[in-house]
């Protein structure tokens, strides 16, 4: 408790602008998070030459499967992360859109495009993902949603056994603690697993609006993990009394303590070692402090290092398509489609809803000792609002299948603060937002009271690819996400933003004179403001990732030429490697992607277990 309330104080200096850079440069040699302190990893630069499993990337996957395998004190287990341990700041969850700016962000840039991204900063589509003990589990939204059970019946229906949704449902269970969640359909929930879920300990009065306006429109008030895929809900948040309760956090730092199990940050993985000729993994390059280590695997390697750093750790090692390795002169071990199939969603949260009070949160608001007394000492107030989004529908456009009345193609994420309250400017640094637009379109309105609605394309058929630039393991690979590549795409996204004003304007939300910001957005102000072909050029200038990336190592039958790992994540063509991560989804659910790779990491520590049961 002194501790927090330290650290609190801190807080309230540094949201008054006093003393900030020497603030953070303390707490980044600090090293570790108030809430994280009793769970201490005890780092160092001496390995064992050889462990049974080592696990690469210390994210959503690779933490489960970290904590699961190191279960049997027989087995030895070391899990390398090339980022560092979390800090104060990562714990907040209303300030996560700030952590893009920090070395916890990968900060990956997409190629130009020309179907999207066209009005953000150098025409380049910003590809947030986490770097450190946790990945990108500390610093997305925190939004707990599993997708639907459509998503996994369809993986099944590809030729992946034991994927259905009735079979992958205990796997969610298991991860999860959700004890102190209200209105959930219980059954389908769990109350002693590792992952604390709770709902943000704030409510702005639009969450009442947003889901009675929902139910005006004939959707349910459910539980959006229950039994019915399409409905209006508070959200659901990886936290824990008001903190973020990361992978790292849920699963390893609990179990840090075991003689088995060997954490090490600040481990950048350069190799896998793979024999070419018995086509088997046997270890790892990693380079920790400016130094090169070699480590050997007993029995696998298992690769958990993202969609995007999956596919270039195996391209690496030899593993992927083989005009494309041997085209920058590396030899190919396994020639296999690795990089492609890429999808991610993208979301429109660049438009401001304008009301008559001072009942929303912006940087300027939450600037008072009572809401940081209340978040530091209580674990409530509006600091708990993961990123700032307090509820969400999965609602169906008029492009959605029509063979199913519960699979949504929408999300709308309600937010409560619009982008003309982002002062600081860490969400339109996350959204790539370039300055200009940003002072044509809200510094007008700076000041005001705004929210949002934020559509989400849940369903995309555009896809697109991860690529390596070249044999250098330390460069960024060439990532080509290819958004709105499908005209679909960009229709049905039409459709989300016009159900999201539709909402906005609605009767309900009059009562404060709910008005759409009137700013035309640059790149568009030649066509009719809110006018489809309008809002279709806004798309495709300033819609921006969720930064659900998945599927650039897809999961399929033999047989299956798009395939990259079978329906146990094994390598095709490499013995005792898998992938354990969002990368091997055939398909993107329809959801939030974080909680489904935990249950993918559940999922996998079992079948790792009965492989090697016996040995």
């Given at each position: 408790?002194?501790?927090?309330?330290?650290?609190?104080?801190?807080l309230?200096l540094?949201t008054?602008?006093?003393?900030?850079?020497?603030?953070?440069n303390?707490l980044?040699?600090?090293?570790?998070?108030?809430s994280?302190?009793e769970n201490?990893?005890?780092?160092?630069?001496?390995?064992?030459?050889?462990?049974?499993?080592v696990?690469?990337?210390a994210?959503?996957g690779g933490?489960v499967?970290a904590?699961?395998?190191?279960?049997?004190?027989?087995?030895?287990?070391?899990i390398?992360e090339?980022g560092?341990?979390?800090?104060?700041?990562t714990?907040i969850p209303?300030i996560?859109?700030?952590?893009?700016i920090?070395g916890?962000?990968w900060g990956?840039?997409?190629?130009k495009?020309?179907t999207?991204?066209l009005g953000?900063i150098?025409?380049?589509?910003n590809?947030?993902?986490?770097?450190?003990l946790?990945?990108?589990?500390?610093?997305?939204f925190?939004?707990?949603t599993r997708g639907?059970?459509?998503d996994?019946?369809d993986?099944?229906s590809m030729?992946?056994k034991g994927?259905?949704?009735?079979?992958?449902?205990?796997y969610?269970?298991?991860?999860?603690?959700c004890s102190?969640?209200?209105?959930i359909?219980g059954?389908?929930?769990g109350?002693s697993g590792?992952l604390n879920?709770?709902?943000p300990?704030y409510q702005s009065p639009f969450?009442?609006?947003?889901i009675?306006?929902?139910?005006?429109?004939g959707?349910?008030?459910?539980?959006p993990?229950g039994?019915?895929?399409?409905?209006?809900s508070?959200?659901?948040a990886t936290?824990k009394?008001?903190?973020r309760c990361?992978?790292?956090k849920?699963f390893l730092?609990?179990?840090a303590?075991?003689?088995?199990?060997?954490i090490s940050p600040?481990s950048?993985?350069?190799?896998i070692l793979?024999?070419?000729?018995?086509?088997?993994?046997?270890g790892?390059?990693?380079i920790k402090?400016?130094?090169k280590?070699?480590?050997r695997?007993r029995k696998?390697?298992i690769?958990?290092?993202?969609?995007?750093n999956s596919?270039?750790?195996?391209?690496?090692s030899?593993?992927?398509?083989?005009?494309?390795?041997?085209?920058l002169g590396?030899?190919?071990?396994s020639?296999l489609?690795v990089?492609?199939n890429?999808?991610d969603?993208?979301?429109?949260?660049t438009?401001?809803?304008l009301?008559?009070?001072?009942?929303?949160?912006?940087?300027?608001?939450v600037?008072?000792?009572?809401?940081i007394y209340?978040?530091?000492?209580?674990?409530k107030?509006?600091?708990?609002i993961p990123?700032?989004a307090e509820?969400?529908?999965?609602?169906?456009?008029?492009?959605?299948?029509k063979s199913?009345?519960d699979?949504?193609d929408?999300?709308?994420?309600?937010?409560a603060g619009?982008?003309n309250?982002?002062?600081?400017g860490?969400?339109r640094?996350l959204?790539?937002?370039?300055q200009?637009?940003?002072?044509s379109v809200?510094?007008?309105?700076?000041g005001?009271?705004?929210f949002?609605?934020?559509?989400?394309l849940?369903?995309?058929?555009?896809?697109?690819r991860?690529?390596l630039?070249d044999?250098?393991?330390?460069?960024w690979?060439?990532i080509?996400?290819n958004?709105?590549?499908?005209?679909e795409?960009?229709a049905?996204?039409?459709?989300?933003?016009?159900?999201?004003i539709?909402?906005?304007?609605?009767?309900r939300f009059?009562r404060y004179n709910t008005?759409?910001?009137?700013?035309?957005?640059p790149g568009?102000k030649?066509?009719?403001f809110?006018?489809d072909?309008y809002?279709a050029c806004?798309?495709?200038?300033v819609?921006t990732?969720?930064?659900?990336?998945v599927?650039t190592?897809k999961?399929?039958p033999?047989?299956?030429p798009?395939?990259?790992?079978?329906?146990?994540?094994?390598v095709?063509?490499?013995?005792?490697?898998?992938?354990v991560?969002?990368?091997?989804?055939?398909n993107?659910?329809?959801?939030?992607?974080?909680a489904v790779?935990?249950?993918?990491?559940?999922?996998?520590?079992d079948?790792i277990?009965d492989s090697w049961k016996?040995?």
């Amino acid at each position: 408790m002194i501790l927090r309330t330290f650290f609190g104080f801190c807080l309230i200096l540094v949201t008054f602008g006093v003393c900030q850079a020497q603030f953070f440069n303390f707490l980044n040699g600090f090293g570790r998070s108030f809430s994280g302190s009793e769970n201490v990893i005890n780092d160092s630069d001496e390995f064992l030459d050889e462990y049974d499993f080592v696990v690469i990337g210390a994210g959503s996957g690779g933490s489960v499967v970290a904590n699961r395998l190191s279960e049997n004190p027989d087995w030895s287990v070391l899990i390398l992360e090339a980022g560092k341990d979390e800090i104060f700041l990562t714990d907040i969850p209303l300030i996560a859109s700030l952590l893009s700016i920090t070395g916890y962000n990968w900060g990956y840039k997409s190629k130009k495009l020309k179907t999207a991204c066209l009005g953000l900063i150098d025409g380049r589509c910003n590809i947030a993902r986490g770097k450190g003990l946790g990945g990108t589990s500390i610093i997305n939204f925190l939004l707990y949603t599993r997708g639907n059970k459509k998503d996994f019946d369809d993986w099944e229906s590809m030729g992946n056994k034991g994927w259905s949704y009735e079979e992958v449902l205990p796997y969610f269970i298991k991860s999860e603690n959700c004890s102190s969640c209200e209105d959930i359909a219980g059954e389908f929930h769990g109350k002693s697993g590792y992952l604390n879920i709770e709902h943000p300990g704030y409510q702005s009065p639009f969450v009442k609006l947003f889901i009675e306006t929902g139910m005006d429109m004939g959707y349910p008030n459910n539980d959006p993990n229950g039994r019915n895929g399409l409905g209006f809900s508070r959200v659901q948040a990886t936290m824990k009394k008001g903190l973020r309760c990361s992978a790292s956090k849920a699963f390893l730092k609990p179990v840090a303590h075991r003689s088995n199990l060997k954490i090490s940050p600040q481990s950048r993985v350069t190799k896998i070692l793979i024999d070419h000729q018995t086509k088997q993994a046997y270890g790892v390059e990693f380079i920790k402090n400016k130094q090169k280590y070699t480590v050997r695997a007993r029995k696998e390697v298992i690769l958990s290092a993202g969609t995007i750093n999956s596919a270039q750790l195996l391209m690496l090692s030899g593993v992927g398509p083989r005009s494309h390795l041997e085209g920058l002169g590396m030899e190919v071990i396994s020639d296999l489609p690795v990089g492609y199939n890429y999808q991610d969603h993208m979301a429109m949260s660049t438009i401001a809803f304008l009301v008559n009070e001072s009942v929303t949160v912006s940087d300027l608001t939450v600037q008072n000792p009572i809401d940081i007394y209340n978040f530091i000492a209580r674990g409530k107030g509006p600091y708990t609002i993961p990123g700032g989004a307090e509820a969400l529908a999965f609602v169906k456009t008029k492009y959605a299948s029509k063979s199913n009345d519960d699979y949504p193609d929408m999300e709308l994420v309600l937010g409560a603060g619009g982008l003309n309250g982002d002062v600081i400017g860490g969400f339109r640094a996350l959204l790539g937002i370039p300055q200009k637009f940003f002072d044509s379109v809200y510094a007008p309105l700076i000041g005001r009271p705004s929210f949002s609605i934020a559509p989400v394309l849940l369903r995309p058929k555009s896809r697109g690819r991860v690529s390596l630039k070249d044999s250098n393991p330390l460069h960024w690979p060439v990532i080509e996400p290819n958004y709105f590549s499908e005209e679909e795409d960009l229709a049905t996204m039409v459709e989300g933003i016009k159900m999201a004003i539709s909402i906005a304007h609605s009767n309900r939300f009059q009562r404060y004179n709910t008005r759409i910001n009137p700013f035309p957005f640059p790149g568009c102000k030649h066509l009719r403001f809110g006018s489809d072909e309008y809002w279709a050029c806004a798309v495709r200038h300033v819609s921006t990732t969720l930064g659900h990336h998945v599927g650039t190592c897809k999961m399929g039958p033999m047989g299956d030429p798009t395939a990259v790992v079978d329906e146990q994540l094994r390598v095709y063509g490499v013995k005792n490697l898998r992938v354990v991560d969002g990368s091997i989804m055939p398909n993107v659910v329809a959801g939030h992607t974080n909680a489904v790779i935990f249950m993918i990491g559940e999922k996998a520590s079992d079948m790792i277990k009965d492989s090697w049961k016996g040995f």
